[in-house]
């Protein structure tokens, strides 16, 4: 997936905004248990935690409400979409301002990425030699990685032309086998908790 300059800047300042809350986070609870117990606390594990969190599968965590926003819209649409049209649709669905714009393309362009490259749920597709690219779901690729009727017909009215095909052995199985089943709108917002994102129904 291709990003922009800016889109690739603005996917950095949320991040390291999101490091700085966490650190923030993590240092006041570290405060308050200190103040609670009257110990000083044990030095972090961070590694060893991680060396432990690769030996066993992670039980399922809430599903991502940017996620189950943008496969809702897909459904909606029924055709392919551009990132920009997945962030006009927040924007205008969640009602956000002109200031919310860079956090909401962040939380798309997250989930989409996860959606993809984790969960293959989602691929990207587009023209050769043009850089423009849309989201379709996976179901609506055959086994030659090429987009089934009507959303070849949809795409190719879009797009003016067949999209490159898709190497359908470099899609991921879904973690979950039940992520396929329809997600609820009322589980915690993925990335951006603004407003918890509420009526993902469009």
């Avoid at 909606?76 to 990132?83: E, G, H, I, S, W």
């Avoid at 691929?123 to 690729?141: C, D, Q, S």
């Avoid at 959303?151 to 797009?159: G, L, M, N, T």
């Amino acid at each position: 997936m291709d990003f922009s300059q800016k889109e690739l800047q603005d996917m950095k300042r949320f991040y390291e905004q999101e490091r700085g809350r966490l650190i923030g986070q993590l240092s006041h609870v570290e405060e308050m248990l200190v103040k609670l117990t009257g110990q000083p606390l044990a030095p972090r594990r961070v590694a060893a935690s991680s060396a432990l969190a690769t030996t066993k599968q992670r039980k399922r965590g809430p599903k991502s409400v940017w996620g189950n926003f943008i496969v809702k819209r897909l459904r909606a649409r029924n055709r392919p979409m551009t990132y920009k049209e997945l962030i006009d649709d927040a924007m205008a669905i969640h009602r956000l301002g002109p200031d919310r714009e860079a956090s909401a393309r962040a939380s798309i362009l997250n989930s989409a990425f996860r959606l993809r490259t984790v969960h293959g749920r989602v691929e990207t597709i587009g023209r050769a030699g043009k850089k423009e690219k849309f989201l379709v779901l996976t179901k609506w690729l055959d086994q030659d990685g090429m987009l089934t009727s009507p959303f070849d017909e949809e795409f190719r009215k879009i797009a003016g032309g067949r999209h490159v095909a898709v190497d359908m052995a470099a899609i991921p199985t879904p973690r979950y086998d039940e992520y396929d089943v329809e997600m609820d709108g009322d589980q915690e917002v993925d990335t951006v908790n603004e407003e918890q994102a509420e009526n993902i129904d469009a």
